[in-house]
């Protein structure tokens, strides 16, 4: 009863109370009496603990999803960070172009460089938005369970009590109908036998209307009690509960929306700036568009550069080619080669 009470009486709930109250034009929807209708009747308590478990349930799946995207965005930074580094070691190797394409290729790599620092960045928000997120579901569960067990306890006790009244008045008027039919059979009969022996009808008649005043009694003890129960929870604890709870509901919807809109800025943050690398704007004109910077690759200057960059290795040329005779003149018929005369 005392952990009860801390909830339904604390001081949340009194400026929740204060809170709902407001007549300004913002709760002005909180005056609906279709809505009063259901939120303080039986199942108004139990209507929102459900509504509530909903909002953490959907604060966390958003919370899942910022989780993943964090994972991926991060990974995306490191992976750019790295292929772009390996990248910019493989282009000054002699094995590739060199010239102006490297020159594009370097700044075409800082550009993506300066994009992952935007991923990175990115990332550093999403877990700040999954951090607030997952500390607000958590503590608004943990309020959720508690005034669970405090505002439907109170509700099951007038359920009890109620309960119990309606057992007293079964019994009460099971005892009244008993004793007026022993006062009625009282002139037809004057003894009756029973487990104890035989009894007058006035006896009979005596300790049934004993038994039916202690039952009235009983009733009366049990009517006031629930009638009591029931005001409180009412006037006072079925108010607050309502109110505590439509408190959770909004505070955990509106930081929902809010870091919605967070992600949606932050989004469009790093959209924003991955575009002034890539086409700077037109106020700054200092800075040159990605597109214009590889269009600047001179294909013909670097395959010159490249080619007369073996000057030096050019060996001397070779003078005229021409056919030079040797001394011996071969025009003549060689001995050699004239048939031999047999002796």
Not at 92 to 99: M, S
Not at 162 to 183: N, T, V
């Amino acid at each position: 009863q005392e952990a009860i009470d801390d909830v339904l009486y604390s001081d949340r709930a009194v400026d929740d109370v204060l809170y709902f109250n407001r007549t300004d034009d913002d709760n002005s929807d909180h005056s609906d009496t279709a809505l009063d209708d259901v939120l303080y009747s039986e199942i108004g308590v139990s209507t929102l603990i459900v509504r509530l478990k909903q909002s953490v349930a959907s604060t966390r799946e958003f919370a899942s999803f910022c989780a993943a995207r964090l994972r991926i965005e991060d990974e995306r930074a490191k992976s750019l960070k790295r292929i772009c580094k390996n990248t910019g070691d493989e282009i000054l190797k002699p094995d590739g172009r060199k010239g102006s394409y490297v020159e594009g290729m370097q700044d075409m790599l800082r550009a993506y460089e300066q994009m992952a620092e935007h991923d990175a960045q990115f990332s550093v928000n999403l877990n700040h938005i999954y951090t607030e997120l997952t500390q607000m579901a958590d503590y608004t569960d943990r309020e959720r369970r508690r005034i669970k067990q405090s505002g439907l306890a109170a509700e099951q006790r007038v359920q009890d009590a109620e309960r119990q009244m309606e057992k007293a008045k079964a019994r009460y008027d099971s005892l009244a109908q008993d004793y007026i039919h022993a006062k009625r059979s009282r002139k037809t009969s004057n003894r009756r036998f029973t487990i104890r022996g035989p009894k007058s009808t006035e006896q009979l008649e005596e300790d049934l209307y004993r038994k039916a005043k202690v039952a009235e009694e009983e009733y009366q003890a049990k009517v006031v009690n629930a009638q009591e129960l029931r005001h409180e929870l009412i006037s006072t604890l079925r108010p607050n509960a309502v109110h505590f709870l439509r408190s959770l509901i909004e505070d955990i919807d509106v930081c929902l929306k809010m870091q919605m809109q967070e992600l949606a800025t932050q989004q469009e943050t790093r959209l924003s700036k991955d575009e002034a690398v890539i086409v700077p704007t037109n106020k700054d004109r200092t800075k040159t568009s990605l597109r214009n910077k590889i269009a600047q690759i001179d294909n013909v200057a670097d395959f010159r550069s490249y080619i007369l960059g073996f000057s030096s290795e050019v060996p001397p040329q070779l003078g005229e080619i021409k056919y030079e005779q040797h001394p011996v003149s071969f025009t003549h018929n060689c001995l050699c080669s004239q048939p031999k005369r047999h002796l």
